[in-house]
């Protein structure tokens, strides 16, 4: 819910959220809330340009509204839609309680929309922007939709914050480049983008099918969770595995992984669990790579 004037073009989700950060400090922006387990870029971000981050639990249900009310907030940066690292969905009472907050505390949603174009269950799960534009930035990126090397993203600003976050961007490099700008325009326009994703979307599914199957073939004891959309999941771990111990010996074997302990505000390592990535591998390689290191993932390796 917005038009062209409040739109602000930047170089994907990384510079977005540190441009609204800023512009939110410059309007007297003191401590920010994030999710825990989250993404760890948009912490170190928050702490650099905020005085406090205060993480926030997230369960099944997404991040726990209830625990956000006891901070002193002015901002959150969360991610909806697909929650990172996760997967939950944020449960629609929980996107009304949020609203409810923003509006009471006068504060500011950072919705982190990266990867919503790709659900395999359900439609895509709606923006929280359209229910309330005067309190949510939405921050959207090509990153996963054609590539993170583009460097091409947006933020829809609550228009009081329009000429803030235009300033910090004008300060940080002067606009993004026309000619990609110019580019990406016309593939939406054509239609040929929305064509690209219904394609897409149904590669990703097929690799997340391959995944799955996989698992249940190598390690069906390993539980696997967050895979209704994006493109990674989360591995369960027997409850005596070490984290670190399994990547470093899968790395060994050629295989990248990347430990929870490492989303966690804490650093904690229980219960011990793994984030993988589907999105740019092979249908193949997949299955490989989990063929060759099932014996880590059953805590027998
Ligand atoms: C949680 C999260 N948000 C956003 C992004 C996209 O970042 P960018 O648009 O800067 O490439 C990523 C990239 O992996 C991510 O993990």
Redesign the pocket.
């Known amino acids: 819910v917005t038009d062209p004037e409040h739109i602000v073009i930047c170089?994907?989700?990384?510079?977005?959220v540190h441009l609204v950060l800023r512009a939110l400090a410059e309007t007297g922006l003191r401590c920010v809330a994030v999710e825990d387990p989250?993404?760890c870029?948009?912490r170190t971000v928050s702490g650099m340009v905020a005085a406090k981050v205060t993480p926030v639990p997230v369960d099944a249900g997404g991040m726990v509204v209830d625990e956000l009310r006891k901070t002193a907030a002015g901002a959150v940066v969360l991610?909806p839609a697909h929650q990172?690292p996760t997967g939950v969905v944020l449960a629609p009472e929980r996107r009304q309680a949020l609203v409810d907050w923003a509006c009471r505390a006068g504060a500011t949603i950072i919705e982190?929309d990266?990867?919503a174009e790709f659900r395999y269950d359900r439609e895509p799960v709606g923006a929280m922007q359209g229910l309330a534009p005067a309190h949510v930035a939405l921050?959207g990126?090509?990153?996963?939709s054609l590539a993170?090397a583009l460097?091409l993203?947006w933020i829809v600003c609550p228009p009081a914050l329009t000429a803030g976050v235009a300033k910090q961007k004008q300060l940080a490099d002067h606009g993004s480049p026309g000619l990609d700008q110019l580019a990406l325009a016309l593939l939406i326009e054509s239609g040929r983008y929305d064509r690209h994703l219904r394609r897409m979307r149904g590669v990703y599914a097929r690799r997340r099918a391959r995944l799955k199957n996989a698992l249940a073939a190598y390690a069906p004891q390993v539980e696997l969770q967050g895979l209704e959309a994006g493109f990674h999941a989360v591995l369960q771990l027997p409850a005596e595995a070490d984290e670190q111990g399994v990547i470093t010996a899968a790395r060994e074997r050629g295989v990248g992984l990347y430990p929870m302990s490492e989303y966690r505000a804490g650093g904690q390592t229980t219960p011990p669990r793994l984030v993988l990535g589907f999105g740019n591998v092979s249908d193949d390689a997949v299955e490989r790579g989990i063929a060759r290191i099932a014996d880590l993932l059953r805590g027998s390796g």
Not at 141 to 144: F, L, P
Request: net charge negative; charged share 20%.
């Open positions: 170089a994907g989700f990384a510079q977005g989250g993404h870029e948009t991610t990172t982190d990266y990867d921050l990126t090509v990153s996963k993170p460097r993203g």
